[in-house]
């Protein structure tokens, strides 16, 4: 018998097997406008058009960096599927965008069905806490390529907006407030400066002010904010919203705001995770550094006008978030840290 794919490192029927273990968690994440099955060659999706007569589709894309070298290292593989999703996700919500529906992309040295599965089933996970569909997605074996262990992972969300509602900061203004809502940690930004800080340190050490391994506590999954998001914009009209992703702080608000205007943030107006005092005290880290590379507790913020803040604070409430009054927005540039 002549060469085979299997000879090569590609086996065909390890991805049928790893295609039939996802389906049920795919089929999970639909929603009104899924159109068609898992296995066509592309995703169909048919918008509400009466939800959104004048429909703008926002797309967002985006991977989960290096955080991926400790799911590798410590074989857990449940949860980066949630970051994929929810770094897509976030970035739509922030435009105004309901999310629709999520692809990905899996890359893999060696196609192993069980890890595949488990990979999906976070990003299912990240789906359904979005609301949005998986409709489809790519699992590429590339032998020689990648580690027969290790594997890469990408994702794309569509959203939809009205083109009267796209939030775009020109409406921001001198006075409006900055609420926050709290990160679930470091997310998944700042990666490489974390390896680099905690070299040398077994993922599996227990820091006494973190009360579980440090790997676990870095792995936690990023939070995604569409059911609070999408509940605040049927209520109130925001002018300006921001994702807290690499950059931190100082490089991601000022992207949302109009020439001229700046933020005032007090630092005193929420409590910093102990996972970043950590990032700090053990790579000597100064604190300029650590605002502009990670969220520092916050990962998601909401710059309302005065006379709604009031309402967007009970609707988080009811939400069951603990909405935090970080700042305002001021005549400047930048942001200013009090």
Same mark, same amino acid.
């Given at each position: ?9 590609? /086996? ?91 692809? /990905? ?8 069905? /069980? ?26 074996? =590339? ?8 594997? /890469? ?70 939070? +995604? ?39 005032? +943030? ?23 550094? =650590? ?34 009054? =970080? ?12």
């Amino acid at each position: 018998m002549g060469q085979t794919y299997k000879d090569a490192g590609v /086996d065909i029927e390890a991805g049928n097997q790893a295609v039939e273990k996802i389906k049920p968690a795919v089929a999970g994440t639909w929603r009104p406008g899924v159109l068609g099955g898992l296995g066509g060659f592309g995703g169909l999706f048919a918008v509400d058009t009466q939800k959104y007569p004048d429909p703008v589709l926002v797309a967002g894309t985006d991977g989960v960096g290096t955080k991926l070298r400790l799911a590798f290292d410590l074989d857990i593989h449940n949860t980066i599927g949630q970051d994929a999703v929810a770094m897509c996700v976030n970035d739509v919500l922030v435009q105004g965008a309901e999310p629709l529906f999520f692809l /990905d992309y899996l890359a893999v040295g060696k196609l192993i069905p /069980d890890k595949v599965a488990a990979i999906v089933q976070g990003v299912a996970e990240g789906c359904r806490q979005a609301g949005c569909a998986l409709i489809g997605g790519e699992t590429a074996e =590339m032998p020689g390529f990648y580690a027969e262990q290790e594997y /890469d992972i990408a994702g794309f969300c569509v959203g939809a907006v009205n083109k009267d509602k796209i939030i775009d900061g020109s409406k921001i203004e001198s006075g409006d407030i900055l609420i926050a809502l709290k990160s679930s940690g470091v997310h998944s930004n700042g990666f490489s400066l974390v390896r680099k800080v905690f070299a040398g340190c077994p993922w599996t050490k227990e820091f006494p002010e973190l009360g579980q391994p440090l790997g676990h506590v870095l792995l936690t999954p990023t939070r +995604i904010y569409a059911k609070q998001v999408l509940a605040v914009l049927e209520k109130v009209n925001i002018p300006g919203m921001v994702h807290i992703t690499g950059g931190g702080l100082t490089e991601n608000i000022p992207r949302i705001l109009p020439q001229g205007l700046g933020v005032e +943030i007090k630092t005193s107006s929420w409590e910093i995770p102990a996972i970043f005092a950590l990032l700090e005290k053990e790579g000597r880290v100064d604190r300029d550094e =650590m605002l502009r590379t990670f969220n520092m507790g916050i990962g998601y913020i909401f710059i309302v006008h005065p006379q709604d803040e009031q309402e967007v604070i009970r609707i988080l409430k009811a939400e069951g978030e603990e909405p935090i009054i =970080m700042g305002t927005v001021v005549p400047g540039q930048g942001v200013k840290y009090l």
